[in-house]
């Protein structure tokens, strides 16, 4: 049986674990770093790049160069390049896929199942699009798993003793807290609440316009309008950010910038942790709410709180410790990692889904998780009104029907229009769904009896039913969600992947071949040159012919549209040359 991968698919950077040996180890990507950016881009020559090549070619590329993807999960988001239409969950597959590839390499055998996280508060279409995304990358998803569940999965392990935690995770792009109770091989959600558009990012953005405001009061010049100036001003905005974390100033040095009338113009300024915390301070306020919400879902006051943990790269800066600081009169716990905690979790459910023993040091024990909704389900009825069926917070998975009745008289079909949230009228909620249940019997008005059914699996995934309890008859319902991808779709963007797997590498092969051969023309027309009448005619002539053919076969090589017949027959030629000129190059 093959390994189980944990990941933790972030808005800014992701993560991938496995457990060997019963301990859980993260994977490096690529560039040997822990984490993966987030980030896939486009380059002019239809290459792909997925995590720290592209994030490093976005300034050059920003139009082509996708990053924070997470956030349009779920939604109708798409980005068109070159023609071709890209959803999130499609762009979200080439971060899983480069992940799944990076855990091949690493494991040194094909890895297809995984465990996939996401926000606590990611509603049904969210959590959909992420297995979607896992699907078209090749990968049989086998949980998906809320961020500060697998956080408490893996810090659960370190530390035995039965207590409530509070999970305050702040990433990139998104606010989570949640309230969890660790006790004997059970690792239980009393309650989740949160920010789905609140992180790092909103950071950034500050940062971004307190220096496009300094810039304007100094040179009267808008750089909102300098797409690349501004890649510039968001790379360094993150980065200053950042070293503010551990230190008083910042120094944003940022040399040609732009250009003011036809002048070249550096730009060189200070930005203070006072100043960066007064240029936050709403945000970071805006964290309260929920940990009131958790607390209060919980039924439980901060005193009666084990353990605080923070979770996500946003949690080291200082004003955000002070903040959980003050709203919880604790001291927030800092050893396990904030950036790789989550990915363990995710490895470790993985590895017990397989039937392992729990990880945890001397147990032994099997896992059981128990999750919840993190919002309330309802259906709308009579006069636009939302009634609930199933609570937010409810535990994971759950079952829960209720009859309903027709509201005109003779009425043949109800409409079902299934929402999320937690507003009473229909029309402030989230439409997850809508369907007709038609060739009910005819009757006067409240008669006939609906029942419908939510049915929420261990995933957190929906599936709603409607019966008609007159007639007996069972109906064949199915959801339509606008922001879901429909299966035509899905596979659609599997096949895509798949060819595109055999494309990228012919194309891979190709840029080698296309630059061996390029430096390699260089050097033989540079030794022909030089070596003037000395050289042999008859060498002469071949070296010339192999360079001409070689010369050809290059240009005419266009990456985006390479074959596999015309990199071997350039790699051919450039062996030729190589052969003919062995004693010039
Ligand atoms: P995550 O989604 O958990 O990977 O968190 C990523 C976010 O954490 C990004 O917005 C990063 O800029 C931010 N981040 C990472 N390290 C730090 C740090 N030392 N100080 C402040 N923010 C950080």
Known sequence: MGKVIGIDLGTTNSCVSVVENNVPVIIPGTSGSMTTPSVVAFTKKGERLVGESARRQAVTNPDRTISSVKRHMGTNWSVKIDGT????????AMILRQLKKDAEEFLGETVTDAVITVPAYFNDIQRQATKDAGRIAGLNVKRIINEPTSAALSYGLNHGEAQKVMVYDLGGGTFDVSIIEIGDGVV??????????????????????????NFRNEYHVDLNKDFAAMQRVRDSAERTKKELSSSGTSHIVLPYLTQVKGEAVHMDMTLTRAKFEELISDLVARTEEPV??????ARINPAQLGRVLLVGGSTRIPAIQDKVRQMTGKEPSKNINPDECVAKGAAILGSTLQGNGLVAAGTGKDLLLLDVTPMSLSIETVGGVATRLVERNTTLPTRYSRIFSTAAPYQRTVEIHVLQGERPMARDNKTIGKFKLKGIKSAPAGVPQ???TFDIDANGILKVSARDLDTGKEQSITITANDRMSEEEINQAMADAQQYAGLDQVRREAMEVLNDSQSLLGKAEQAVKNAGKQLDKPVKKQVKADIGRLRKLVAKCRLDKVTEAEVTEMRAAKTQLENSAAGLV
Do not use: M
């Open 292 to 297: 009131r919400n958790a607390l209060n879902d």
């Open 450 to 452: 609906i029942e419908v």
């Open 188 to 213: 239980e959600v009393l309650a989740t609440a949160g920010d789905n558009h609140l992180g790092g990012d909103d950071f950034d953005e500050r940062i971004v316009q307190w220096i496009v405001q």
């Open 85 to 92: 239409e890209y959803k999130s969950q499609t762009i979200s």
